[in-house]
């Protein structure tokens, strides 16, 4: 194994792929149909093997009894930063964990400025996040599943791509979609 971060992830990715671990697929994305804005999008790999990271998160936040989403920034092909729903636990309503995973990016930065960076979120974002997406210039969003319900991503509103604010992002939404929907549904079903 190398020290080097990126070679580092390089090597993790290969690995996923070539173990079958990583998928390209584009299977269906929503928790009620909706189709992702950019559905025609091929995924490389390192957008499935970031988007897995992700999942394997948004686990960690259903473990700890929060909604399971979770979320990581990749620079230059290296995680930066990484977060899961935290809301109920640390009684934060801002604790999402796409808030989680900027914090934390720019902290490693050393800069509130996410410039040319990914976000990979397995839910589309609410509002709040989007905003704070849009205000911390993060180049591209890739979400798995759209929330028909509060998604500011095409569903509801398109706040990061809004022509009124000085920043739009790349979105590109429907990578794991239903994966991550069917954890969202298992979660939400066992809490009736």
Known sequence: MTSDP??????QVSSAVSSGTASAELPGNSLSG?????????????DTFFMSRAIELAREAQTAGEV?????????????????NRPIS??????HAEMIAMRAAAQTLGNYRLLDTTLYVTLEPCAMCAGAMVHARVKRLVYAAADPR?????????????????????IAGGL??????TLLRSFFASRR
């Open 6 to 11: 990126k070679e580092a992830c390089s090597e």
């Open 176 to 181: 794991l979609g239903q994966e991550c929907a």
């Open 34 to 46: 909706h189709q992702p804005l950019t559905s025609d999008h091929e995924f490389s790999a390192a």
């Open 150 to 170: 509060a998604g500011a991503a095409g569903s509801i509103f398109n706040i990061v791509q809004h022509e009124a604010l000085n920043h739009r992002l790349e």
């Open 68 to 84: 399971p989403v979770g979320a990581v920034i990749v620079k230059d092909g290296v995680i930066v930063g990484e977060g899961w």
């Open 90 to 95: 640390t009684h934060d309503p801002s604790a």
